[in-house]
């Protein structure tokens, strides 16, 4: 065996003890996921709409899965997140989730609504919803969330940027959807993407919790302005799903950053390939 062939198989095996390990204690924390797109999108943080609705069932099966609003405050639960508003929560998650009875947040960038999020990503696979979708998905009870107004990484933004952005798409969403909006989500999320600036101006806007990407659960004390979740990638399959939900991968929640996002994609990895 070639060298680079034993250091592979001596990784998965690694990685099947750890996703086969024991689950990290988590008494009276609560999880919140994040998923992006849900259908064909090419993209790494697309989940398929059979994975999804495969994951969905599962979940609603071993936890109570509540609105967002309660996660933080609440121990042993769920909440289901979408960063960003991609059409396809509309078309494809909305559909399974309303079959489960299970509640959800999208987070939303309101200039962006009805176009896309990024421009070099124009096809239709990536829409995002429209005004009239975002509207719908609130009427079924979805929260609706902020996201900014442009997907801006805040950090690098001057104080009255970040206002505009932060406070500008929670006044477009309530003004659109008629109901107040109480969570934002940092765009990106990890901790280099938000400053204490941007802590003050998400609570000075008057939304009562945010979220991060900060990889992990949630105690009872939590810093409310930087709630952790754990993100869902097409990497993950209803195997690594699981050992996300049950707490074996939170010995990984040290690795809030990019790299920890590249480790687990690439245990994923190794363990799809069999
Ligand atoms: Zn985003």
Same mark, same amino acid.
């Given at each position: ?82 960063? %960003? ?32 999020? %990024?421009? %070099? ?114 990497? %993950? ?38």
């Amino acid at each position: 065996m070639r060298a680079g062939e034993r250091l592979k198989s001596g990784l998965k095996l690694a990685a099947r003890g750890l996703i086969a390990g024991r689950p990290w204690p988590r008494a009276g924390c609560s999880l919140i996921l994040t998923y992006h797109s849900v259908g064909a999108r090419a993209h790494e943080m697309n989940v398929t709409p059979a994975a999804f609705a495969e994951q969905m069932v599962w979940l609603a099966g071993v936890l109570p899965v509540v609105p967002l609003t309660e996660a933080f405050a609440r121990a042993e639960c769920v909440a289901i997140t979408f960063d %960003d508003g991609f059409r396809d929560n509309y078309t494809e998650a909305a559909p399974v989730l309303a079959r489960l009875g299970l509640p959800a947040t999208v987070f939303v960038v309101t200039e962006r609504l009805g176009a896309w999020l %990024d421009r %070099d990503e124009r096809v239709p696979e990536s829409r995002l919803m429209s005004w009239d979708e975002v509207s719908e998905l609130s009427a079924a009870g979805w929260a609706i969330g902020g996201h900014t107004l442009s997907h801006p990484m805040l950090s690098r933004l001057s104080a009255a940027e970040q206002r505009r952005e932060i406070a500008g798409c929670k006044a477009q969403i309530e003004t659109r959807i008629g109901r107040r909006v109480e969570a934002f989500a940092y765009p990106f999320g990890s901790a280099l993407d938000y400053t204490d600036v941007t802590r003050a101006i998400v609570r000075e806007s008057g939304y009562v919790f945010a979220v991060s990407n900060r990889y992990g659960v949630n105690a009872p004390a939590e810093d409310r302005w930087a709630l952790r979740r754990v993100w869902i990638d097409r990497t %993950d399959t209803l195997e690594s799903f699981r050992a996300k939900v049950e707490g074996r991968l939170d010995r990984l929640a040290w690795f809030d950053h990019a790299l920890g996002i590249r480790a687990r994609r690439f245990m994923n990895q190794l363990l799809r390939a069999g």
